[in-house]
């Protein structure tokens, strides 16, 4: 008959202690009122890591110590360590964290004014613009958002007449982080869908950064095209690139325009649209 030795106890020990785990556990934490700051959410948006890997370490192994201490007294904790066999339980415990802090940060975290830059620039000095001059250079402001210019042209004329110093041309919105987020990490899959965005009557907004001057105007009609990460700006004052529109007119700046729609298309539906 075979002797029973420790190490095939500890082996039997750390079997049953696994097989008495839970399903799923949460092992990060986020404190209430907890939010992102700009900049991580820049470095998400990036497809950067926002969140510092020391304190994710931590924080999980805390996680970790929590469950070993509510299934294991001190005395069995030591026992399977010392038999080398308490990290295949810790390493169980972590195959099962659901741990998902950035979306438990995003939700603390609130709407944010975001610009989307379009492809058209508003000249300087409209003041010096004849009649025909103010009303091509509107057509092309709504050539480039895609929208009806006789429906527009009102609103697209005062773009032009009161962006003094020009600019480029955005979107503006704003609203909650994750449908944004959620857009950008799908194309930064390998395999991911285009992605198509859409807003509905959309505000828009002429911005000189370096002067820190524009106007804004909500306009008629569906703007859509497809989603470029790298056209996206978080508009925070102080922010990189110069001026925002925060800075000009404050933080509680609220556009009229609604939040957009994100929408997946394959390859084949996007070559036949």
Known sequence: M??????????AAADLVISRLDEKYVLVHIERGDCLTDEQIRKLFAGEEALDLDWWDENRWQGVKYVLHDLLDQNARDFLEEHDVLDR???AIEERDESDPISELMRGTGSKLFRYRLDAEAAPDPWRFSEKETEDAARTLGTA??????DNVGALRELVAHASYGGDLYVLWRGDIKPVYEAVRKLSWTEAPEITVQWTDPELLVLDQLNGSGHSVR????LRL???PDRLFIDTARG???YSWTDVVGSGYL???????????SKEESQRG
């Open 226 to 228: 497809p989603f470029n």
């Open 255 to 265: 556009p009229e325009g609604d939040e957009p729609e994100f929408i997946e298309t």
């Open 219 to 222: 306009v008629r009609g569906s």
């Open 240 to 242: 990189p690139g110069g």
């Open 89 to 91: 339980i810790v390493q």
């Open 145 to 150: 958002a895609g929208i009806d210019f006789w």
């Open 2 to 11: 075979t002797d029973i030795l420790l190490p095939d106890l500890a082996q």
